[in-house]
């Protein structure tokens, strides 16, 4: 049974790290929560409804990180058969889904005041729907896939041609004419006043600890699943 | 992470090039997708795509831009509404009857569904107002704005 070595050794990290993430992100993103809906001034066009990017902004990131995490996933398993890359593919992939539909739901619901529309085909919200739908294709690959505490190399391989949709996300405000404002955190500076900022890192942080210690449970659930099927096995061969 | 791969560490490499090619090709397929979709995928027009092709009058259309400063006119009535789209380089004239969203306003950017009439006005049968990148708390938002860059990021598209 060589290839428990590797989980054992990880469970003896993600066991006590779990806790810390979870805490911590819970913490932060309280901290950021009240900071953003309390301590804020409101926009001076979008009035109050600017509140609800310190939900959006790290749904929308932790969607897309999600998928670049199930990618990397992915090469890890093709390329150095590790047998943790499956297991966390498997765990990342519904809070990751999770986000992406929070995302387009809290931006739904900001742009029906701001722009006057609940849903509009531009760009940048196609591909975020798109990305959705390739979560819920992936869920499904995986699922049907005969492999119990990993990923079938085709789910391997969709993760990895999927995440050309996340440059795809990234760029849709620039290469095309949209709906949706261009980036306002970028490398040179940020747009966003720093009195309306400050809370959004408090969110961005806490959910994605949040994030880090959801993928840690599943995995450590996914993991003692594998373990506890392998010993009935063993005491079923008695 | 290669712990229980060495004795196997020829097949490993040769699986390392193979995914790096097949990235490397994902990556073009995509990008040659991307700029095939450049124009289909645009979301509006913008009043200098009008004026360099001018679409048929009465074809739909959806035109994007930046609303002229002191260019909104309303008709007695109060329902209709007349103004100048803007993308700093044309201007297209857009007539409008019905019900504008609350952050539609004078120097700030608008998407508008219709179509071109005769005369060249944009016939307008829906507008939503265009919010940018900036946010900022009210007392901020009286201070005077770089127009310029407001007009690159928010409306021309970068190419």
Known sequence: ?238 | MTTQTKPRLKPKHQRLVLALIAIVAIIGAGLLAASALRDEAAYFVTPSDIAAKPPEPGVAIRLGGMVEKGSIVRSPDGLGLAFVVTDGKATTRVAFRGIVPDLFREESGMVADGSLNAEGTFVATRILAKHDERYMPPQLGTMPIDRDNMVGTTVEPKR
């Open chain 1, 1 to 238: 049974m060589h290839i428990y070595a590797n989980p054992l050794k990880f469970l003896s990290i993600a066991r006590p790290l779990t806790p810390w993430l979870a805490l911590g992100g819970l913490l932060l993103a309280i901290l950021g929560g009240y900071a953003g809906l309390e301590l804020t001034p409101p926009d001076y066009l979008q009035g109050e409804t600017v509140r609800i990017l310190y939900v959006h902004v790290p749904a929308a990131w932790l969607g897309m990180g999600g998928w670049l995490a199930l990618a990397i996933a992915g090469i890890v398993q093709l390329v150095w058969r590790h047998p943790l890359a499956g297991i966390a593919a498997r765990a990342i992939a519904l809070p990751g889904m999770v986000f992406c539909a929070l995302c387009l739901v809290t931006g739904s619901i900001w742009g029906r005041p701001t722009w006057g529309t609940w849903w509009e085909w531009d760009g940048r919200m196609t591909s975020m729907l798109v990305l959705l739908f390739l979560y819920l294709g992936f869920i499904a690959i995986a699922n049907a896939g005969e492999e119990r505490g990993s990923v079938s190399k085709v789910a391997a391989i969709y993760a990895i041609v999927g995440a050309i949709n996340l440059p795809i996300i990234n760029r849709s405000v620039v290469w095309w004419n949209s709906l949706h404002q261009g980036p306002s955190i970028t490398l040179s500076g940020s747009t966003i006043d720093s009195a309306i900022l400050w809370p959004l890192w408090l969110t961005l942080g806490g959910f994605s600890l949040l994030f880090g210690a959801i993928v840690l449970m599943r995995m450590r659930a996914i993991i003692a699943d594998i373990r506890s099927e392998a010993r009935l096995k063993r005491l079923a061969a008695r």
